[in-house]
Each structure stands twice: as C-alpha cells, then as structure tokens.
C-alpha cells in the first residue's frame, strides 16, 4: 500500500470549511484513498473513499488530483464536533487491513 | 445501524493474569481486526481473521493470540499480561472497504 503524508496539525475557524490535505505521491492504479476520522476516545469512523473521481457524501467531499498523487477532504461547514484526528489511507485492499499514519489533528475553534 | 461492540470500555488486570477482550459485531462481516493504540505509535494491527477459524498475524502479535470460533465474534487473548500491554485496544470488522470500529477497551495491566 502506498505511503501517505498529512500536516500534523490544522486549526480551523467554526462555521467555515476544512481542507485537509494528504500527499500519496506513490499510489498505483488500483489503489482507493480512504478517510477516517477519530474523535478523542472513540474509534475510528469512516468518512468517505475514492479511487479517480470526486466523491461526496453527507458527511465530506473528497477531490482527488487527476494524476491521483493528492488529495484534499473537504468538511464543508465545520463544527466543534468535528475536532479530530483525520486519517488519509491508501489501499488496494478493500475490506483488508488498514495501515494508519499519524494522521491530521485538526481543531474546529469557535 | 451497524455496530461493533466491545465487551468493556475499561479494564485493569494484574500482571501475569489471561485476559480476554471480547468482540462482537452484527453486520455478517467477514473480516475482523485488533488494533492497538498508543500515544506517539499511532493505530498498529495486532491480529485479524478473514473468516471463522481463520486468523492472521498482523504487525505486532507477540504476547497476544485470538479466536474466531463464530462468524460475528473475534476475541482477542493476552496470555499473560504484562504492564507493556497497556494500552487502548480497538476491534473493527470491515465489508466492501469499509471498515466499522468499536469503542474501544482501555486496558491497564498493574
């Protein structure tokens, strides 16, 4: 599976929308970019995947690059409850194991 | 809705004792994982198991072994505790890619 690379740390305004980037420069054809999130002490929670096209859902937006070696999620409308660590992960195994980096904390400030 | 349910959200054992942490999960999963948590190391894979009586190594095993004797549980069996394996455990099990987490078992082995 292919390495990723996200910021440590965002802040981010309430009310306004979150970009959060991930770099998967090495990421191969077959290979789907997954979002998670984890909400301090919970588990992880899907957000949303893609492989080539934009995707969105209720809960984000995920663009992915045309050349694919970047993505950006997006939260539209950000919230204190979306204060979290934001994991990007690549994979071609679908319903495999999941490799977690470190992951994004961001902090949604009123 | 889906769920992942892990049998305890908070556990103190004494060293040297077997400890289960048990999962269950009503979604007909096939797959099912172990992580483990801690601060600065991120989410590792300790077991998983693509099916009942089916189990594979994941990263970090040592000390640890499981059991799939059904397809909805998956449980996670510390041998003989010891105090490096406190630690924030979380089980998940995953369909189509998408991976759906408990809330997670803070043990501490004194």
């Known amino acids: 599976d292919a390495k990723t690379t996200q910021p440590t740390s965002m802040d981010c305004a309430e009310g306004r929308a979150a970009n959060l980037p991930c770099n998967h420069s090495t990421i191969s054809g077959n290979e789907y970019v997954y979002w998670y999130r984890q909400i301090h002490s919970q588990g992880p929670q899907y957000i949303i995947h893609?492989?080539?096209n934009n995707e969105t859902n209720e809960m984000a937006s995920l663009i992915i690059t045309e050349d694919r070696k970047s993505s950006t999620l997006i939260l539209p409308h950000a919230t204190l409850r979306d204060t979290a660590v934001y994991y990007c992960i690549v994979t071609r195994n679908q319903g495999g194991k999941l490799i977690f980096g470190q992951g994004t904390e961001l902090s949604v400030k009123p | 809705d889906v769920k992942v349910t892990q049998s305890s959200r908070y556990l103190v054992k004494r060293t040297g004792e077997k400890v289960f942490l048990e999962c269950v999960q009503d979604?007909?999963?096939?797959?099912m994982f172990w992580y483990r948590q801690d601060p600065g190391l991120g989410l590792r894979l300790i077991y998983f198991?693509?099916?009942?009586?089916?189990?594979e190594k994941g990263d970090i095993p040592e000390g640890y072994s499981v059991s799939r004797e059904k397809k909805e549980r998956f449980s996670l069996i510390l041998e003989s505790a010891s105090t490096n394996q406190t630690s924030m455990y979380l089980c998940?099990?995953?369909?189509?890619?998408?991976?759906?987490f408990g809330s997670g078992t803070r043990l501490t082995v004194v």
């Open positions: 198991s693509y099916d009942v009586k089916m189990k």
């Open positions: 979604m007909d999963h096939e797959n």
């Open positions: 998940a099990s995953s369909s189509q890619g998408l991976h759906t």
């Open positions: 893609g492989l080539k």
